[in-house]
């Protein structure tokens, strides 16, 4: 069985940081590229950061560039997602996702989300 368990969430001051956590567990993690998404309430998920199999290139969305930064550990298969110098808009329900294309269809992973809530 595959889960995925994202941690680290929680309330930040505007300008604080919060490191978010995602661990694997039932698949061999390094054979997924892992994603961060996030959903403000009211909107729809929106893609956040990504990291290829082995940790050597990725990719942010704009409004996070030069703020957010996304690792792995594929030892301890667990992907982070470092967040600096928060801002309001910040504020969601952050998502890890593992992905991997197959020939029947992609396999894709989620976990059940962690609220970051950024507010003075």
């Known amino acids: 069985q595959v889960q995925l368990v994202e941690s680290g969430g929680g309330l930040v001051q505007p300008g604080g940081s919060l490191r978010l956590s995602c661990a694997a567990s039932?698949?061999?993690?390094?054979?997924?590229?892992a994603h961060w998404y996030r959903q403000p309430a009211g909107t729809e998920r929106e893609l956040v950061a990504t990291?290829?199999?082995?940790?050597?290139?990725?990719n942010y969305a704009d409004s996070v560039k030069g703020r957010f930064t996304i690792s792995r550990d594929n030892s301890k298969n667990t992907v982070y997602l470092q967040m600096n110098n928060l801002k309001p808009e910040d504020t969601a329900v952050y998502y890890c996702?593992?992905?991997?294309?197959?020939?029947?269809?992609?396999?894709?992973?989620w976990g059940q989300g962690t609220q970051v809530t950024v507010s003075s």
């Open positions: 996702q593992a992905f991997r294309p197959a020939w029947g269809g992609p396999e894709v992973y």
């Open positions: 039932g698949l061999t993690f390094s054979n997924y590229v």
């Open positions: 990291i290829s199999k082995v940790g050597d290139s990725m």
